[in-house]
T-cell receptor, first 114, second 116 residues
């Protein structure tokens, strides 16, 4: 149980385009979903916390107009990277909580912006 | 002081040995503690959660928690080359008002290499 999927697993796009990443909890309803970013050889950096039906809470230093989060249902959250630039290239990972604190991670999306 | 600190390693052990991974945290009020394993290029995978002082065993893995010392560890018995990965300690740090909102604070991770 507690399976989280992400789509796409890998995306390559041109600078200036927008990219949408989906995160789904497949066998449970998630009270909260989280979005992380990870650069090579670094630990996870929390970007935002997402609750169904409400606005996401962004961490300090994360631009909410650039990283749009929509949490449409208890099983789906999306992250849209708007006007992506090469510095946005990273590994984006979502997680979902079954209870308030146990987080299960999706497989991640590797974004490369040319 | 970082909120969650791990010895960054790398830690190298021979196959069959016990690997010991350590983590300290700063907030005495923390209640939930987790160990995740992350293979290179993959996302983290939950190994263990622990909430009470003492030991918790699951197969070859044992998590140990000492809240008085603000210390949590992970022991891997009979280490295998497939255990080679980065191990992340995560703590549910309480925020102002006494709630965590479900957020975890991660350590920097310890790189473990098990050599045949």
């Amino acid at each position: 149980g507690a399976v989280v999927s992400q789509h796409p697993s890998r995306v390559i796009c041109k600078s200036g385009t927008s990219v949408k990443i989906e995160c789904r909890s497949l066998d449970f309803q998630a009270t909260t979903m989280f979005w992380y970013r990870q650069f090579p050889k670094q630990s996870l950096m929390l970007m935002a916390t997402s609750n169904e039906g409400s606005k996401a809470t962004y961490e300090q230093g994360v631009e909410k107009d650039k990283f749009l989060i929509n949490h449409a249902s208890l099983t789906l959250s999306t992250l849209t990277v708007t006007s992506a630039h090469p510095e946005d290239s990273s590994f984006y990972i979502c997680s979902a909580t079954v209870r308030e604190d146990t987080q299960y991670f999706g497989p991640g999306t590797r974004l490369t912006v040319l | 002081q970082k909120e969650v600190e791990q010895n960054s390693g790398p830690l190298s052990v021979p196959e069959g040995a016990i690997a010991s991974l350590n983590c300290t945290y700063s907030d005495r009020g923390s209640q939930s503690f987790f160990w995740y394993r992350q293979y290179s290029g993959k996302s983290p995978e939950l190994i263990m959660s622990i909430y009470s002082n003492g030991d918790k065993e699951d197969g070859r893995f044992t998590a140990q928690l000492n809240k008085a010392s603000q210390y949590v560890s992970l022991l891997i018995r009979d280490s295998q080359p497939s255990d080679s990965a980065t191990y992340l300690c995560a703590v549910n740090i309480l925020r102002a008002g006494g709630t965590s909102y479900g957020k975890l604070t991660f350590g920097q991770g310890t790189i473990l290499t098990v050599h045949p």
